[in-house]
């Protein structure tokens, strides 16, 4: 069974702090994914990694894929109160069924 | 483009009542998701369906839960009987055809079993 493990799992820091949020995995994955969700709606899809040593940047937020495919990370710059939410990493099983697979979520409080 | 549609939001039923849930994913995604998820945790996946056919429903408690879609369009995920545990949001999200593609999701169905 291929599991992802995220860390830590709360997080709280003020507005202007920086933070690194972590996802491990004992597998390899073809590709990770992050996603936010805040209360009250499913998770949006804010990047896909592909290749091992992937580094993607969207605007204050840098994601890295590791060397070996088997973890990922999320770095949030000056950290705003509008990014509070659920962060959760996500990839698709081996199988190739397309059946993705989630951790079990970062829950991250700024506050002003 | 309209997004995947779900209803209801919210709903309490007591334990061992029966509930229902709707989805319309959105025009043209074949592929169609049902994922379970409890308050604070990451989604589990339930079942998938591509087209009408069930891809994985591996982790699908298959003695209480149901799930089928009608002309491979909407779905309906039914519970029956409820059980406590089963308090959790039922997210519902949809693909086009082809492994990797970005999946969409819909707002969620509440469900408390009191």
């Known amino acids: 069974t291929q599991l992802l493990e995220q860390s830590p799992q709360f997080l709280s820091i003020q507005e202007g702090e920086n933070l690194t949020v972590y996802c491990n995995s004992s597998?390899?994955?073809?590709?990770l994914q992050w996603y936010r969700q805040e209360p009250g709606e499913g998770p949006v899809l804010l990047v896909t990694?592909?290749?091992?040593?992937e580094v993607k940047k969207l605007k204050r937020l840098t994601f890295q894929f590791g060397d070996a495919r088997k973890d990922s990370s999320l770095h949030i710059t000056a950290a705003q109160p509008g990014d509070t939410g659920l962060y959760l990493c996500?990839?698709?099983?081996?199988?190739?069924?397309?059946?993705?697979?989630f951790g079990q979520g970062t829950t991250l409080q700024v506050k002003p | 483009e309209a997004g995947v549609a779900q209803s209801p939001r919210y709903k309490i039923i007591e334990k061992r009542q029966s509930v229902a849930f709707w989805c319309n994913p959105i025009?043209?995604?074949?592929?169609l998701y049902w994922y379970q998820q409890i308050l604070g945790q990451g989604p589990k996946l339930l079942i998938q369906?591509?087209?009408?056919?069930?891809?994985?429903d591996s982790q699908l408690p298959k003695d209480r839960f149901s799930a089928e879609r009608l002309k491979g369009v909407d779905s309906t995920l039914k519970i029956q009987p409820a059980k406590l545990e089963d308090s959790a949001v039922y997210l519902c999200a949809s693909s086009p055809v082809g492994f990797g593609n970005t999946i969409y999701f819909g707002e969620g169905s509440w469900l408390t079993v009191v």
């Open positions: 025009s043209g995604h074949a592929t």
């Open positions: 996500a990839g698709y099983s081996s199988s190739n069924t397309g059946k993705l697979i």
């Open positions: 990694v592909v290749t091992g040593g």
């Open positions: 597998s390899v994955f073809s590709s």
């Open positions: 369906f591509q087209n009408n056919g069930v891809v994985d």
